[in-house]
């Protein structure tokens, strides 16, 4: 017999958010065609997503759709989400490793008395299961791990922007053609104790850093506010994004929805400008994943240079500008 994969996927409004194609390419990687891989869809008038999500090789999508699952909160979440694992008892469920994700998976584990592995970025075959590999230490090491037989049901987060996309966008899944079967999740009770009436989203700019191909930070040496205008002009001429290390953030030089690191956002861009940032291992659990990385630091001995593929030592107010006019003349 087979075994049934579940991803639960997460919206931004009612868009089916890429993580979620993400890890349904995770999925592809595992699933067999004896497999069934099942979604369930949490949200507010979310028909469309689930018509999205409706593809050859998803056997069935779970609509939970309510004004109650709005926004995200656990509780509610939480409920709806035990009430799918009861139903569909999957052997392995997948979610992002996100602010969700990250929330979901261990109160999913600890109902389904299962081992959890966070954060994957890759997977392997292993004898007759797969190993998982996952970045420990903010980034600085990584380590293997596997389920016990002992393990009823495998929990994963996947880390965003590793997995190519399975279903619509990418890898398809294995297995049959037909249509997806539809089934409902009852509303959530009226005893569930919380409510989130609003959720205030905060832009980093108009590119979402975490999608980003190209980004510019700044760091401690920007020295003010002011600082990170060179910066914008090179983003801007490369059509990247402005981010920044938490030393910029706590000196007031800009906004904490700049921040990059391991209490920020995990960036993943082909380029990644590191502009006086000295590269603190929690900045590097950020922007590990980056293609190539390039440091402009005034200090040779700084740890960025050891990241760095290109690394330029010298005032970042001297060399931005120049870059910027050399991009702008390449580029025109
Ligand atoms: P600094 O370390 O002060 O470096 C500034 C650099 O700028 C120096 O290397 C200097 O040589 C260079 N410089 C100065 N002037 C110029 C110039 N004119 N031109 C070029 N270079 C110049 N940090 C994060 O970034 N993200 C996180 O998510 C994060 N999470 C954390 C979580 C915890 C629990 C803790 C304890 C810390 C965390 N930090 C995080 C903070 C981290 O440890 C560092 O303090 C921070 O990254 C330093 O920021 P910085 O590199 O901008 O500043």
């Not at 590191?274 to 590269?279: D, K, L, T, V």
Request: charged content about 20%; aromatic content about 8%; glycine content about 10%.
């Amino acid at each position: 017999m087979g075994r049934t994969f579940a991803v639960i996927a997460e919206m931004r409004g009612n868009q089916v958010r890429q993580v979620t194609w993400e890890a349904l390419g995770a999925v592809a990687q595992m699933a067999k065609v004896e497999d069934r891989v099942i979604v369930l869809v949490i949200g507010h008038a979310i028909g469309k997503a689930a018509d999205a999500l409706s593809l050859p090789g998803i056997h069935a999508i779970v609509v939970a759709d309510s004004d109650r699952y709005q926004y995200y909160e656990a509780e509610t979440y939480f409920a709806a989400a035990r009430t799918f694992v009861d139903r569909e008892k999957p052997d392995v469920v997948l979610l992002g490793h996100t602010a969700m994700g990250r929330d979901l998976a261990p109160m999913l584990a600890s109902h389904l008395q299962s081992g959890q592995i966070s954060d994957v970025t890759s997977i392997e075959a292993y004898e007759d299961g797969f190993a998982f590999h996952r970045p420990i230490y903010a980034g600085k090491a990584f380590e293997t791990k596997r389920f016990t037989r002992a393990s009823r049901c495998w929990v994963l987060t996947v880390r965003p922007n590793i997995f190519p996309p399975g279903g619509k966008a990418g890898a398809l899944l294995p297995a049959s053609a037909a249509v997806p079967e539809r089934r409902y999740l009852p509303a959530p009770s009226p005893t569930l104790r919380s409510i989130v009436r609003e959720v205030a989203t905060k832009m980093s700019g108009s590119i979402d850093l975490t999608k980003a191909k190209i980004i510019v930070s700044g760091g401690r040496g920007v020295k003010s506010a002011d600082g990170f205008k060179p910066l914008r002009q090179l983003a801007l001429v490369l059509n990247g994004a402005v981010g920044a290390s938490r030393g910029a953030c706590d000196a007031g030089y800009c906004d904490y929805a700049l921040q990059i690191g391991q209490t920020g956002k995990v960036v993943t861009p082909e380029v990644y400008f590191a502009c006086g940032i000295s590269g603190s291992i929690q900045h590097l659990a950020g922007i590990n994943q980056s293609r190539v990385i390039v440091a402009i630091n005034t200090d040779p001995e700084a740890p960025i240079f050891q990241v760095a593929d290109y690394g330029i030592v010298g005032d970042l107010f001297e060399i931005v500008p120049l870059l910027t006019a050399e991009f702008r003349k390449l580029l025109s």
